[in-house]
C-alpha cells in the first residue's frame, strides 16, 4: 500500500458510470488506494446523468431506474477514501514497467486546459459506448437526434427535442426513451423498429434467467399503452423531411435483409426524431494498448476479459460496456468483480468466494442475455440500400454515399481507412465515430463494419497538451499537473 501522496495510486478507474463507480468502491472498501476519473462534473455516467445543478430538480429519481442503487453507491464512495478527478478528458493511457500513466486534460477550454498525468499500478477501463447511427436522406436536418441524446437532453436537461417526437433505430433502448418522452409531455407518434421481438421468445430459457428485464419491457410498455404510442416492427425512418428543421419523417416496412419494401413508405408528422441503432463499445484506450478484441453479433468490437474481468494486458480490467454492451445490473456486476479482482492482486483481500459465485452466475445469465440482444437488434446488410448518393455519410467532411461508393468502384478502394485517403469521410472531429459504421459498411459491401480502428488518442486533444508533456514529463505520483 502507499504510504505518501506521492505515491502512485493502486487502482485508476477510467469512467464513472455503473461499472466504474461500483469498481472504484469495491476497490476502495478493499484497502486500495483509488482515483476515479472521468469527463462530466458529477459521478454516474450516461445511465444515470443528473439534471444541471442550477436546474434545482426535486425529484431527479424520476427519470431514471434504480436510482436507489446509484445513489446507495455514491453514499459508499463519499464515505471512501477515494479520489474524484471528475471534469478530466482521458486521451491516452501509457504502459510502463510497474504500472500506467492516465493523461488527461481537464479545465474549461482555451488557455485553462491543463495536462493531467496520473500514476497507478493497475487501470480499470469501465469508459462504456456511444451510439451507432446509420444514414439516411435527412439525417442532418435540425430536430433529428440521438436517441440516447433524447434522454440525456431530458435527464440532465429536462428538456425534449420536440412537441411530437418520432423514436425509430434498433435495440430496447428504444422504449425506455420513448416511455421516457412520453411521460414527460412528448407526444411520440411512433416507435419504429427495424428487428423484431420474436427471437426474444425463440429463446425462452435466456429469457426465465432474467426475469428484471421482461419487468422493464413490461414497465416501458405500459407506459406507451398508456400513452396509446404505437410500435412498429421491422420497419425504419428512411427519410426526414423538412426545410429548415424536422417536418415529417417516412416510415418503411423493411424485408428479411433490413432493404425498404417498395411502396410501403408512409409519412408521419413530427417535429423531432429522436433515432439510433444501438451502442458500440469505447474500447479506444484499451485497443490503443494492446487489448484483445472480439468481434459482437452486430459487428460492434469488444475487449477479451477474463471470469475476473481482466483483458489480456495484465494489470489492465474491463467492466460494463467496453466487454459487450449489456446494460446497466450487467455492468455493475462487472465493476465489483473487476475490483475486487484489482484489490486481489494488490492486497490479497477479496470477497468471499460464495460472494464471488454468485456475482459469476449473475454475469453469465446477463450477458447471455446481451448476447441475445445484441444479435437480435444486428443491423442487416441491406440498409445500406436506404441511402441516395446525395446523403451525407460524414457529416463533419460533408462527404455524401456517392463519393464513398465511387472510392469504392473507381479506385478499388475496400476499407474505410482507404476511403478516408480518399474523401477525408472520418477526418473530422468526431474522428468517425458518427460516420464509420457507414464508411466501412459501404467500403466493405456488407452491413457491418469489417474490424475495429486502432486510435492513438481517445478524445480530441490540444497541442498545447502535447507540448507540455514533452516539456515537463511526469514525475511519480498521485496527481500530477503541468502548465
Given at each position: 500500500?502507499?504510504?505518501?501522496?506521492?505515491?502512485?495510486?493502486?487502482?485508476?478507474?477510467?469512467?464513472?458510470?455503473?461499472?466504474?463507480?461500483?469498481?472504484?468502491?469495491?476497490?476502495?472498501?478493499?484497502?486500495?488506494?483509488?482515483?476515479?476519473?472521468?469527463?462530466?462534473?458529477?459521478?454516474?455516467?450516461?445511465?444515470?446523468?443528473?439534471?444541471?445543478?442550477?436546474?434545482?430538480?426535486?425529484?431527479?429519481?424520476?427519470?431514471?431506474?434504480?436510482?436507489?442503487?446509484?445513489?446507495?453507491?455514491?453514499?459508499?464512495?463519499?464515505?471512501?477514501?477515494v479520489?474524484?478527478?471528475l471534469?478530466?478528458?482521458?486521451?491516452?493511457?501509457?504502459?510502463?514497467?510497474?504500472?500506467?500513466?492516465?493523461?488527461?486534460?481537464?479545465?474549461?477550454?482555451?488557455?485553462?486546459?491543463?495536462?493531467?498525468?496520473?500514476?497507478?499500478?493497475?487501470?480499470?477501463?469501465?469508459?462504456?459506448?456511444?451510439?451507432?447511427?446509420?444514414p439516411?436522406?435527412?439525417?442532418?436536418?435540425?430536430?433529428?437526434?440521438?436517441?440516447?441524446?433524447?434522454?440525456?437532453?431530458?435527464?440532465?436537461?429536462?428538456?425534449?427535442?420536440?412537441?411530437?417526437?418520432v423514436?425509430?433505430?434498433?435495440?430496447?433502448?428504444?422504449?425506455?426513451?420513448?416511455?421516457s418522452?412520453a411521460?414527460?409531455?412528448?407526444?411520440?407518434?411512433?416507435?419504429?423498429?427495424?428487428?423484431?421481438?420474436?427471437?426474444?421468445?425463440r429463446?425462452?430459457?435466456?429469457?426465465?434467467?432474467?426475469?428484471?428485464?421482461?419487468?422493464?419491457?413490461?414497465?416501458?410498455?405500459?407506459?406507451?399503452?398508456?400513452?396509446?404510442?404505437?410500435?412498429?416492427?421491422?420497419?425504419?425512418?428512411?427519410?426526414?423531411?423538412?426545410?429548415?428543421?424536422?417536418?415529417?419523417?417516412?416510415?418503411?416496412?423493411?424485408?428479411?435483409?433490413?432493404?425498404?419494401v417498395?411502396?410501403?413508405?408512409?409519412?408521419?408528422?413530427?417535429?423531432?426524431?429522436?433515432?439510433?441503432?444501438?451502442?458500440?463499445?469505447?474500447?479506444?484506450?484499451?485497443?490503443?494498448l494492446?487489448?484483445?478484441?472480439?468481434?459482437?453479433?452486430?459487428?460492434?468490437h469488444?475487449?477479451?476479459?477474463?471470469?475476473?474481468?481482466?483483458?489480456?494486458?495484465?494489470?489492465?480490467w474491463?467492466?460494463?460496456?467496453?466487454?459487450?454492451?449489456?446494460?446497466?445490473?450487467?455492468?455493475?456486476?462487472?465493476?465489483?468483480?473487476?475490483?475486487?479482482?484489482?484489490?486481489?492482486?494488490?492486497?490479497?483481500?477479496?470477497?468471499?468466494?460464495?460472494?464471488l459465485?454468485?456475482?459469476?452466475r449473475?454475469?453469465?445469465?446477463l450477458?447471455?442475455?446481451?448476447?441475445?440482444?445484441?444479435?437480435v437488434?444486428?443491423?442487416?446488410?441491406?440498409?445500406?440500400?436506404?441511402?441516395?448518393?446525395?446523403?451525407?455519410?460524414?457529416r463533419?467532411?460533408?462527404?455524401?454515399?456517392?463519393?464513398?461508393?465511387?472510392?469504392?468502384?473507381?479506385?478499388?478502394?475496400?476499407?474505410?481507412?482507404?476511403?478516408?485517403?480518399?474523401?477525408?469521410?472520418?477526418?473530422?472531429?468526431?474522428?468517425?465515430?458518427?460516420?464509420?459504421?457507414?464508411?466501412?459498411?459501404?467500403?466493405?459491401?456488407?452491413?457491418?463494419?469489417?474490424?475495429?480502428?486502432?486510435?492513438?488518442?481517445?478524445?480530441?486533444?490540444?497541442?498545447?497538451?502535447?507540448?507540455?508533456?514533452?516539456?515537463?514529463?511526469?514525475?511519480?505520483?498521485?496527481?500530477?499537473?503541468?502548465?
Amino acid at each position: 500500500m502507499p504510504t505518501s501522496p506521492s505515491d502512485p495510486y493502486d487502482l485508476a478507474v477510467i469512467g464513472a458510470g455503473p461499472a466504474g463507480v461500483a469498481g472504484a468502491a469495491t476497490a476502495a472498501r478493499l484497502g486500495l488506494r483509488v482515483a476515479l476519473l472521468d469527463t462530466n462534473e458529477q459521478t454516474g455516467g450516461q445511465y444515470y446523468r443528473h439534471p444541471s445543478p442550477g436546474l434545482r430538480a426535486a425529484r431527479p429519481e424520476a427519470l431514471h431506474h434504480g436510482w436507489r442503487t446509484y445513489t446507495a453507491l455514491r453514499d459508499r464512495l463519499a464515505a471512501s477514501t477515494v479520489t474524484h478527478l471528475l471534469a478530466h478528458h482521458v486521451w491516452t493511457v501509457s504502459r510502463h514497467p510497474d504500472g500506467f500513466t492516465v493523461h488527461a486534460v481537464t479545465g474549461a477550454d482555451g488557455d485553462e486546459e491543463r495536462p493531467v498525468a496520473v500514476r497507478a499500478r493497475t487501470v480499470l477501463l469501465a469508459t462504456g459506448a456511444y451510439e451507432r447511427q446509420l444514414p439516411f436522406p435527412g439525417w442532418t436536418l435540425p430536430g433529428v437526434v440521438g436517441a440516447g441524446g433524447a434522454q440525456a437532453m431530458l435527464k440532465s436537461g429536462l428538456v425534449l427535442p420536440g412537441r411530437r417526437v418520432v423514436v425509430a433505430g434498433s435495440g430496447p433502448l428504444l422504449l425506455a426513451v420513448a416511455a421516457s418522452l412520453a411521460a414527460a409531455g412528448a407526444r411520440v407518434p411512433a416507435v419504429v423498429e427495424a428487428a423484431g421481438y420474436l427471437a426474444y421468445v425463440r429463446r425462452p430459457g435466456v429469457l426465465a434467467a432474467v426475469p428484471q428485464k421482461a419487468a422493464e419491457a413490461v414497465t416501458h410498455g405500459a407506459v406507451l399503452l398508456r400513452h396509446r404510442v404505437p410500435l412498429r416492427t421491422r420497419s425504419a425512418v428512411t427519410a426526414v423531411h423538412g426545410t429548415d428543421r424536422v417536418e415529417a419523417v417516412t416510415v418503411s416496412r423493411l424485408d428479411r435483409d433490413w432493404r425498404p419494401v417498395p411502396g410501403s413508405g408512409r409519412r408521419i408528422a413530427c417535429d423531432a426524431l429522436a433515432v439510433g441503432h444501438g451502442l458500440v463499445p469505447h474500447i479506444d484506450l484499451g485497443a490503443s494498448l494492446g487489448c484483445a478484441t472480439r468481434r459482437t453479433a452486430d459487428g460492434t468490437h469488444a475487449l477479451v476479459v477474463d471470469d475476473l474481468q481482466q483483458t489480456s494486458v495484465p494489470g489492465l480490467w474491463s467492466a460494463g460496456e467496453t466487454g459487450g454492451v449489456g446494460g446497466v445490473q450487467l455492468a455493475l456486476l462487472e465493476g465489483e468483480i473487476a475490483g475486487a479482482a484489482a484489490a486481489a492482486r494488490l492486497t490479497g483481500r477479496a470477497l468471499s468466494p460464495a460472494r464471488l459465485r454468485r456475482l459469476g452466475r449473475a454475469r453469465a445469465r446477463l450477458r447471455a442475455f446481451a448476447d441475445l440482444m445484441t444479435a437480435v437488434h444486428a443491423p442487416r446488410s441491406g440498409w445500406t440500400a436506404w441511402l441516395d448518393d446525395a446523403t451525407d455519410v460524414c457529416r463533419c467532411e460533408e462527404v455524401t454515399a456517392g463519393r464513398v461508393r465511387g472510392a469504392v468502384a473507381e479506385h478499388g478502394a475496400g476499407d474505410a481507412r482507404t476511403v478516408k485517403l480518399l474523401t477525408r469521410a472520418g477526418m473530422g472531429w468526431c474522428q468517425g465515430r458518427i460516420c464509420g459504421t457507414a464508411v466501412a459498411c459501404l467500403a466493405a459491401g456488407s452491413g457491418l463494419p469489417a474490424s475495429p480502428e486502432r486510435r492513438p488518442l481517445a478524445v480530441p486533444v490540444r497541442l498545447g497538451a502535447l507540448a507540455a508533456l514533452a516539456e515537463a514529463p511526469a514525475e511519480p505520483g498521485a496527481h500530477n499537473e503541468q502548465t
